[in-house]
T-cell receptor, first 112, second 115 residues
């Protein structure tokens, strides 16, 4: 089971770029990396997913180095509404049981 | 994106009663659904995994006789908390995936308060 480690909390200011790094030293060959965002009293929301190198969508980028032992979620120009908890998950397509172990996540606070 | 709904959004019940929570995938067929529990200021904890038409697989430490899960169709799964007690008060969240897809689609959650 690929365990993940993230910073417990981060602070940022509006308009800044935020990078949240997740460590997953024992990631397996078939594992993908998925990031979710959760607001209080809501279900998590999918942000981005990747396997290697870089993935970008309309809300974030995901950087994965060659050894895949870590990944970095990059949020460009954050706003107050990006204040949330961000979770990094690691798992493969064929073994759902391992996919969905949520770590404590990173609590991002965006300040005005 | 795919939409998952939960009903009710919040429920308050007396100790000893049973509560049923529904999870529906509105615009896709969910081959697998998951149930999580989340206590305040804590992360999500997976309770069980259910596939349509088969028995749910419960995580270690989760009582299957207390948390009954039924996945009768490709769009509906239900979680029944039987003989609820105050310590069962929590935020219950379901999610669903469409076969072969790694991304989970989460419901909005159900806040259960047991008095």
């Amino acid at each position: 089971l690929a365990k993940t480690t993230q910073p417990i909390s981060m602070d940022s200011y509006e308009g800044q770029e935020v990078n949240i790094t997740c460590s997953h030293n024992n990631i397996a060959t078939n594992d993908y990396i998925t990031w979710y965002q959760q607001f209080p009293s809501q279900g998590p929301r999918f942000i981005i997913q990747g396997y290697k190198t870089k993935v970008t969508n309309e809300v974030a980028s995901l950087f994965i180095p060659a050894d895949r032992k870590s990944s970095t979620l990059s949020l460009p120009r954050v706003s107050l509404s990006d204040t949330a908890v961000y979770y990094c998950l690691v798992g493969d397509r064929d073994n759902y049981g391992q996919n969905f172990v949520f770590g404590p996540g990173t609590r991002l606070s965006v300040l005005p | 994106g795919a939409v998952v709904s939960q009903h009710p959004s919040r429920v308050i019940c007396k100790s000893g009663t049973s509560v049923k929570i529904e999870c529906r995938s509105l615009d896709f067929q969910a081959t697998t659904m998951f149930w999580y529990r989340q206590f305040p200021k804590q992360s999500l904890m997976l309770m069980a995994t259910s596939n349509e038409g088969s028995k749910a697989t419960y995580e270690q430490g989760v009582e299957k006789d207390k948390f009954l899960i039924n996945h009768a169709s490709l769009t509906l799964s239900t979680l029944t908390v039987t003989s609820a007690h105050p310590e069962d008060s929590s935020f219950y969240i379901c999610s669903a995936t469409a076969g072969g897809v790694l991304e989970q689609f989460f419901g909005p959650g159900t806040r259960l308060t047991v008095l």
